[in-house]
Nanobody
């Protein structure tokens, strides 16, 4: 089992930036993908970004591509999501997730462990 804790959410004006972090503990040696999802009020949880164990491969949703960067520090067992040029439509609860198999990264069902979520609110 992997335990995940997200930090870094908050209130920011449109055009601003935030950096989210996800600290992992437990059986982190089995992690193949780490991902970020978000869920806005009244909407389904959607994929944001993912990264492989090595950090050499990253994947982004079209909605955040060019504005966001996912990275990881394996020595600290931490994954980051840097978000720039934030828009009101980025407002959501952001969740960190871990996948053991690494066979996929787009679907919610690809992930085995989830954090509690951190609120990001972008004002217009």
């Amino acid at each position: 089992q992997v335990q995940l804790v997200e930090l870094g959410g908050g209130l920011v004006q449109a055009g601003g930036s935030l950096r989210l972090s996800c600290a992992a503990s437990g059986r982190t040696f089995s992690n193949q993908f780490m991902g970020w999802f978000r869920q806005a009020p009244g909407k389904e949880r959607e994929f944001v970004a993912a990264i492989t164990w090595s950090g050499r491969n990253t994947y982004y949703a079209d909605s955040v591509k060019g504005r966001s960067t996912i990275s990881r520090d394996n020595a600290k067992n931490t994954v980051y999501l840097q978000m720039n040029s934030l828009k009101p439509e980025d407002t959501a609860v952001y969740y960190c997730a871990s996948s053991r198999t690494g066979l996929g990264y787009l679907r919610r069902s690809d992930y085995d462990s989830w954090g509690q979520g951190t609120q990001v609110t972008v004002s217009s």
